[in-house]
């Protein structure tokens, strides 16, 4: 009864702050007024439309109910500094979440149904074929002068059986990072797999050892700090073939929904076997298209479930069936307090007291669900190099945590287990 009351309140809260869940963390007793609200919501609300949320949870879920609320209203907030800092380059859809401005993305519609689009004002700006994974895909300019919430509600009535979606922008689920001593910076990973496992982020440094590297936003190819991090952990963890696809270059509207697409038909053209991506927001048609698409060619997808706590919406892509769902526990094998969720959960992996590179090729210590997905990825990925069925291979080294059996916090255990060791 209590987890079903929890489930209804979560819901509920996930209704007023419809958002994607974000990378860094900072929680903070800052009062949310309606102008913080995504998508409008402001009007007649009362001035505090949280407060209930918080009684309801400080009533089921104890302790930690405060901080996991504090984390979803810091979410928010960084929401909406995002979207105020960078009004021509990222607005909110219908659904409040953050996109590409100006701009819808269209699949399965014809030719006359775009030709009745533009006569509303709608302009083409590409159509493309997804490379590798036969995803049709066209993007329309919106009508000068309309908001992307209004436009998109528009033109779904217009085409009625088309799919329509806005750009949605994805966000790295790391946390903090501290600079550590080099003697920290060992490998862990037990057996050394040449299976290609592919990593969509930021670019990782010239440092770390990439078989191959591509870029799918503007300026891609500047070395960033998360995207160095997964792929050092990646290759301490035994991974000798990693590809990397960045989707965030200079860009402020990096990290869209399309980029990621793209970069997973690449990964595919490329042979990974195993796909890491530690990045998270809403529910979007084209990101669940191409990861669909990706699954059915045969690739393991794996991704973070973030870093804002339980009270924040359910974490897309972990969410779409057949992910590989990653939550992280710190060195005393508990769940960290900010991981997000997901519609499901898989396996746990260490994400504090772990040791990766940044930008620089400086050791840094690490806390974040971002950092666990590697984990497991390079986990399964040398399960596949052994010719073993990977599901069975993870099972039977998950640590079982919490009650016994597969459970809302961990998943199906703990794999890596003492990977986040000093070295």
């Known amino acids: ?61 104890g302790e930690f109910s405060r901080e996991a609320l504090e984390l979803a209203e810091d979410r928010v907030r960084r929401l909406n500094r995002l979207v105020r800092r960078n009004r021509d380059m990222i607005e909110r859809d219908a659904n409040g979440a953050p996109a590409r401005r100006g701009e819808l993305l269209v699949m399965d519609a014809d030719a006359a149904a775009i030709s ?29 002068g309309e908001d992307l919430d209004d436009a998109q509600e528009d033109l779904a009535e217009l085409l009625p059986n088309a799919t329509i979606s806005a750009d949605n922008l994805y966000f790295q689920s790391g946390g903090n990072a501290e ?25 990782p440094s010239s440092s770390i050892p990439v078989r191959a590297r591509r870029g799918f936003a503007t300026g891609a190819g500047a070395a960033s700090d998360h995207g160095s991090a997964v792929a050092s952990l990646l290759n301490r963890a035994g ?24 970069a997973l038909g ?62 992280a526990v710190d060195r005393r094998e508990r769940a960290l307090i900010e991981a997000g969720r997901a519609l499901h959960l898989d396996y746990a992996a260490p994400g504090a007291d772990i040791y990766g590179l940044d930008r620089r090729g400086r050791n840094q210590r690490l806390r974040g669900t971002s950092y666990a997905t590697p984990l497991v ?15 069975s291979a993870l099972d039977s ?11 809302d916090t961990c998943g199906r255990g703990l794999v890596c287990r003492g990977c986040g060791a000093r070295r």
């Open 1 to 61: 009864m209590m987890t079903t009351r929890f489930s209804l309140i979560a819901a509920i809260f996930a209704l007023f702050v419809s958002v994607p869940a974000s990378a860094q963390l900072g929680v903070g007793g800052v009062q949310l007024g309606t102008q913080d609200l995504p998508g409008g919501l402001g009007g007649n609300l009362p001035d505090r439309v949280l407060d209930p949320v918080l009684n309801d949870v400080d009533d089921l879920t």
């Open 116 to 144: 009745r689009a533009e006569e509303q004002g709608f302009r083409v700006l590409s159509t493309e074929e997804v490379d590798g994974l036969g995803i049709m895909v066209t993007r329309l300019a919106i009508p000068s």
């Open 179 to 203: 600079p550590a001593s080099q003697d920290s910076a060992g490998p862990f990973g037990r057996n050394s797999t040449q299976t290609r496992v592919g990593m969509i982020d930021g670019a």
């Open 239 to 262: 991974v000798r073939q990693i590809l990397s696809a960045d989707v965030y270059g200079s860009d402020p509207a990096g990290g869209n929904a399309l980029a990621i697409a793209r």
């Open 266 to 327: 690449w990964l595919v053209e490329e042979s990974a076997e195993v796909v890491t991506i530690s990045l998270v927001g809403p529910d979007n048609s084209v990101l669940s298209r191409a990861i669909a698409a990706a699954r059915g060619r045969g690739v393991v997808v794996v991704a973070a479930v973030g870093n804002d706590g339980p009270a924040a919406p359910a974490a897309y892509p972990a969410s779409y069936d057949g992910v590989v769902a990653v939550t």
């Open 377 to 391: 990825a390079a986990r399964i990925a040398s399960a596949l190099g052994r010719g073993s069925n990977w599901r």
């Open 397 to 407: 080294e998950a640590h079982d945590l919490g009650p016994r059996g597969v459970d």
